[in-house]
């Protein structure tokens, strides 16, 4: 193969996302704040912008019930892993999408979450069957090689 056209089809395009929403930065920073109790953060695509869907300091239930099998979630979870502040991505998308929806969340996923680093990522790609607490939390502790997850 030319070495030009090996660029081509291996070069980094960029995901074409607007992250400049006013609300991104502050809610980035208050989950990443020690000193606030915020625990999880859901962020999703509107058009061409990445949004907050929900905040909140409820834990792992709290996080669960901002959910729903009618869109995509780039989820981020603020937990305590053998007594160190840990946090890990959560892809979760809704079983009633179309293939198309399904294949641009799966573009998108590289560039919503390189806003926050994370330890690890669960995938959650068949909505709410697959979606459980216990899915979660035994996802981080096959990650972490740890049974002391608090949230």
Known sequence: MDHTKKELYTAKRPSGLDTTNEDLQPAIEQLRSDSDP?????LKVKGTSVVVHGLGAGGLSEFSAALDDEDVYYGVLRCSIDGHVRFFHVFFV???LSGVKKGKASLYKSAVFALVDAQGEIAC???TEEYSDSYIISSIARITRSTNIAF
């Open 38 to 42: 915020t625990n999880w953060l859901i």
């Open 94 to 96: 809704g079983q009633h």
């Open 125 to 127: 790609t068949s909505g």
